[in-house]
């Protein structure tokens, strides 16, 4: 399974970001697909995930500002990240959760956002 982030790296504050996760080798209909970030000098913060039925769940602090979907057309889920501040400059990663273990077992590269104000 590979995973591939793509977007635009320079976002304006008060915008949505706006990242899509290419999958190929595995169907975005199996297992959870995630989104994670991690600031400059900071850990790793889980944003949320789609399942494999197209539920989603999102992080408390950010559950306001994000909305994950999905193109099983396309294999892609897409993170949306609206308003965003000088503090949600990161990585932005891609991952997959295996649905037998809960635990990640395949990652994008990842790609970096900065925000502009």
């Known amino acids: 399974v590979q995973l591939q982030e793509s977007g635009p790296g320079l976002v304006k504050a008060s915008q949505t970001l706006s990242l899509t996760c290419t999958v190929s080798g595995g169907s975005i209909t199996t297992n959870y697909w995630n989104w994670i970030r991690q600031p400059p000098g900071k850990g790793l913060e889980w944003i949320g995930w789609?399942?494999?039925?197209?539920?989603?769940a999102y992080s408390p602090s950010l559950k306001s500002r994000t909305s994950i979907s999905r193109d099983t057309s396309k294999n892609q889920f897409t993170l949306q990240l609206s308003s965003v501040t000088p503090e949600d400059p990161a990585g932005y990663y891609c991952?997959?959760?295996?649905?037998?273990?809960?635990?990640?077992?395949?990652w994008g590269q990842g790609t970096q956002v900065t925000v502009s104000s």
């Open positions: 789609i399942s494999y039925s197209g539920s989603t």
């Open positions: 991952g997959k959760v295996l649905t037998s273990t809960s635990l990640f077992d395949y």
